[in-house]
């Protein structure tokens, strides 16, 4: 597609419940990232993809948080029990060469 | 390692008048900069991006910015402020070698009329 879409745009679940979030990147990226933005803070990063593997899952917040890509394309981001302190708009970016764009988001409320 | 400083969270300027959001980076490596805007419930838009070209790169909308080797910064400027510049501008930094891509927290820019 044109650009970075990522689904649902908002999403609102009750605590304890598991949650899947979706990134479709621009085709032929073969970076992909999955960042976090809190109400009023900066973006925190959460996991990286090169292809199907990532090699830096340094950000992710805690082993409730999990993310794969497959066929070097979509990447799911789980979020199992969740907690109120996910509450939170998730981003995802694709890119190649440096060259980076951001879907919209997903908002995800959770109350 | 890698980080980002934008000093100040919120800059407000008059209609007209010079922007000036500063970034600070620290890196181990020679770094690849960039900004970005976000205007209220979008996503991240690239203004411009650093890949160790010329160290003056102008962006879209009248931003550029320039790479300052000296002083580990790349402050973001446009010599007149426009009502629809306001937004938040994130400045990011990545190593040459790839991987992560680290964001500063942010300046929320206001401009007044």
């Known amino acids: 597609g044109a650009g970075v879409s990522q689904s649902p745009s908002n999403k609102v679940t009750e605590k304890g419940k598991d949650v899947e979030l979706r990134c479709d990147p621009i085709s032929g990226h073969t970076a992909l990232y999955w960042y976090r933005q809190s109400l009023g803070q900066g973006l925190e990063f959460l996991i990286y993809?090169?292809?199907?593997?990532?090699?830096?899952k340094s950000g992710l917040p805690s082993d409730r948080f999990s993310a794969e890509r497959t066929g070097g394309s979509v990447s799911t981001l789980t979020i199992q029990r969740t907690q109120q302190e996910d509450s939170a708009v998730y981003l995802c970016?694709?890119?190649?060469?440096?060259?980076?764009?951001f879907g919209s988001g997903t908002r995800l409320t959770v109350v | 390692a890698q980080s980002v400083t934008q000093l100040g969270s919120h800059v407000s300027v008059s209609e007209g008048a010079l922007v000036l959001l500063r970034c600070n980076y620290s890196?181990?490596?020679?770094?690849?900069l960039f900004w970005y805007v976000q205007y209220p419930n979008q996503g991240l838009q690239l203004l411009l991006k650093y890949t160790s070209a010329a160290t003056l790169v102008k962006g879209i909308n009248g931003f550029e910015a320039e790479f300052k080797k000296s002083e580990t910064s790349f402050h973001l400027t446009k010599p007149s402020a426009h009502m629809s510049d306001a937004a938040e501008y994130f400045c990011?930094?990545?190593?040459?070698?790839?991987?992560?891509?680290?964001f500063g927290t942010g300046t929320s820019l206001t401009v007044i009329p």
């Open positions: 890196s181990s490596v020679p770094p690849y």
């Open positions: 970016a694709s890119g190649r060469n440096y060259g980076y764009t």
């Open positions: 993809f090169q292809g199907n593997s990532a090699p830096d």
């Open positions: 990011a930094v990545s190593p040459n070698t790839g991987n992560q891509f680290y």
